[in-house]
């Protein structure tokens, strides 16, 4: 312990000291998601007139808001999966861009030159222990493969962040790291509010239940929707489901907590939920602190279609932004502005139909309202130009409004199109019908009133 300590003594310095290595043109790995520095930027932004195009990549920009987003001469700012806070600073004018990605082949990325060489990882993390680890909090990810291959490595140590534990690749020694950073004590976790569900996600939701059945092993993506899943499962007479996840999130907790989730017919990780990266509540990191119910990992495990699909009865439920009549899927820009990312939604869409009666489950509210209150449909003929196909139509399983569940496997075009039209608002059927005539995919036989 003492030689630890020692090492810890002698490499842990002030944020101003730690992030002065750092040069023009240098890339530079944050934290993702809660692993984003907070007093690190806020001195590396400092230097932003001594410094020119430097490279930051990060995924999930959560508050505070970045520091070294407000020099777009000095930084460039990369975000692998848009969040709101990082919409709102792009439609701003300030530069963010987005990096498509499979999240599962993330580490690999690092591991095997994929990614841009890091120069500086910059990530924040939990106390050291008394053997000389730093967990690296609720944001495994692929954290570790970015430290092992970087040039040098800088901890921002926070004493709020819950110990999480794995898993693998769910903590660093002080032997592989570079400079430690001690943030103020009153540096805390970001409380993400929940997304209350409305009442379309709960008729969604409700759409979705019939398919759930005792050992189902489930996995949900962020908003009110999975949320109001998880709520009516906890409230539900379900037993013995199991978890595995991308995004832990507080749906989880309730699930948990109810004693309807214990993963006791997973045929691996029994009695635990493995996640990468968790986004939510302070009560949810509160639960999550030493918690052996939950479980740390990599994305190239997590979110791995071939571990995916080793698990019956998996069921994935991942929300999108539109579906065109095809069935071909939207679920990350409107146009050509981003909105979301790809992230690991299609991992979990083809691990889930890898599994033996595993489902996937795409799921959207059909309509919604412009800036001048008209109503809109968000199931279209066809996806406007520039807009991203996030999954093809060949990958699509079931398709989920609140006007019911289809499933697009196995059926043709013309039958796509009338299931499609099935669960848009019936204000839009008629319009949806024209248009699939008109693109030779209606079959006069066909129910007019899809």
Known sequence: MSDVMELYRQKCVSAE??????????????????????????????????????????????????????????FVYHDLQFSKLTRVLKSSGLPAFYLPIMYHQAPAWFRDGVAD????VICAVCPMDRHGYFNLGPHPSATLASMEQADAVILEVVQDMPRCLGGSEESVHISQVDYVVEAPADQKMTDLPVAEPTDTDRRIAGHIMPFIQDGSCIQLGIGGMPNAVGKIIAESDLKDLGGHTEMLSDAYVDMLLSGRMNGARKP???????????????????????????SAYPASYTNDPKVIGQIDNFVSINNALQVDLFSQINAESLGTTQVSGNGGMWDFVIGAQWS????????????????????RSRVM????????????????????????????RGQSTWSRAERIIGLAHPDFREELIREAQSMGIWRQSSKKDA
């Open 17 to 74: 000291k730690a992030v002065s290595i750092v040069k023009s043109h240098d890339v530079v790995d944050y934290g993702f998601f809660n692993g984003k520095p907070v007093v690190c930027d806020q001195a590396l932004a400092a230097r932003h007139e001594e410094l020119k195009d430097v490279f930051i990549h990060t995924a999930v920009t959560i508050p505070p808001i970045p520091e070294v987003i407000k020099y777009p001469g000095s």
């Open 268 to 294: 691996f990780d029994i009695g635990r939920v493995p996640y990468t990266f968790a986004l939510g509540s302070r009560r949810m990191y509160e639960f999550m602190d030493n918690n052996p119910a939950v």
């Open 356 to 375: 033996k009666n595993g489902k996937s489950f795409i799921c959207l509210a059909s309509t919604y309202k412009d800036s001048e209150g008209n109503l």
């Open 381 to 408: 003929p066809r996806l406007k130009e520039g807009s991203i196909v996030t999954i093809p139509r060949h990958q699509v399983d079931y398709v989920v409004t609140e006007f019911g569940a289809a499933r697009m």
């Open 117 to 120: 060489h890091r120069n500086v």
